[in-house]
């Protein structure tokens, strides 16, 4: 049954501070902006001749060109946007990495708009954004994404969905921590770390109880970020279960919330070790 967490709804603003501006404080809601910023007088052209610097290969260029256009601030990123292209020749990279600093949570409703656009990756882009931006006023653009074709925007909505508290997508958020885990989890952790809270835990913690053994160490792997210290007794049944995946991730989940780092390579034998220790302290 799809349940909704009301506590977890609150906007917390943890992204980079746009060069047009700082960021609103953690905790704050931001002022969304209607229209994007307004470029200076021929900062347009200047802003095309700095994107064609990415083409070329010296990075000094390469570095020079984002520095010009992080300085311009989120008013170029209309024009970033349009240059975002699915061509096996695209500048992709670059481009992201300028909208990742000079767009923040107040453009949120700015970056809806794109979500529509016929290049994928732009489609990625955007609901990678809005994922971890948290903002409640973008759930409908999100659940809109859950069906979408490509598997990167189906699992970014669905990640978006869960920091928002809703369980809507959680069950592909499972299946992509299971398989795709090194890939993607520091967008999760990302995404999932400011909506900490016994609810929030609760979530996977139910999802997972009787799930299967594979399900489990990818809830496990989840609740790194969403569970409390307060639920660490729940870890005990998967620090004995039998299953070593399930074992290591339960060792890894009760280390990060003690504070500790995870440790993604336990051998076995470590393994059984550790969940000895840690069931003592539990």
């Not at 970056?111 to 990678?128: H, I, N, P, Q, W």
Request: charged share 30%; proline share 4%.
């Amino acid at each position: 049954m799809r349940r909704r967490l009301t506590s977890a709804m609150a906007v917390i603003l943890s992204l980079t501070a746009a060069a047009s501006g700082q960021s609103p404080a953690a905790g704050e809601r931001p002022t969304k902006l209607a229209e994007w910023p307004k470029l200076r007088k021929g900062d347009s052209e200047r802003a095309r001749a700095s994107i064609k610097q990415f083409r070329k290969p010296q990075q000094r260029l390469q570095d020079a060109a984002s520095q010009k256009l992080v300085k311009m601030g989120a008013a170029v990123a209309p024009i970033i946007i349009r240059q975002i292209t699915d061509k096996a020749q695209n500048i992709n990279e670059h481009l992201f990495s300028v909208l990742d600093q000079v767009v923040d949570a107040r453009h949120a409703a700015l970056l809806a708009r794109e979500a529509r656009r016929k290049s994928v990756a732009c489609r990625r882009y955007v609901t990678r954004r809005l994922a971890t931006m948290r903002d409640p006023e973008m759930a409908p653009v999100l659940k809109a994404k859950l069906k979408d074709k490509d598997d990167d925007i189906a699992f970014h909505a669905a990640l978006g969905m869960l920091a928002l508290g809703d369980d809507v997508g959680v069950g592909r958020v499972l299946e992509a921590a299971r398989q795709r885990w090194p890939e993607l989890r520091e967008v999760i952790a990302a995404a999932l770390s400011p909506t900490r809270s016994a609810g929030a835990g609760s979530l996977v913690w139910e999802r997972i109880k009787e799930a299967r053994t594979t399900d489990q160490m990818a809830g496990l792997r989840l609740l790194r970020y969403l569970a409390t210290k307060s639920q660490r007794g729940l870890l005990r049944s998967y620090l004995e279960s039998a299953d070593f995946a399930v074992k290591r991730e339960a060792i890894n989940t009760a280390r990060v919330l003690h504070g500790e780092e995870p440790i993604e390579t336990l051998s076995s034998f470590q393994a059984i070790n550790l969940a000895k220790q840690w069931l003592k302290k539990l």
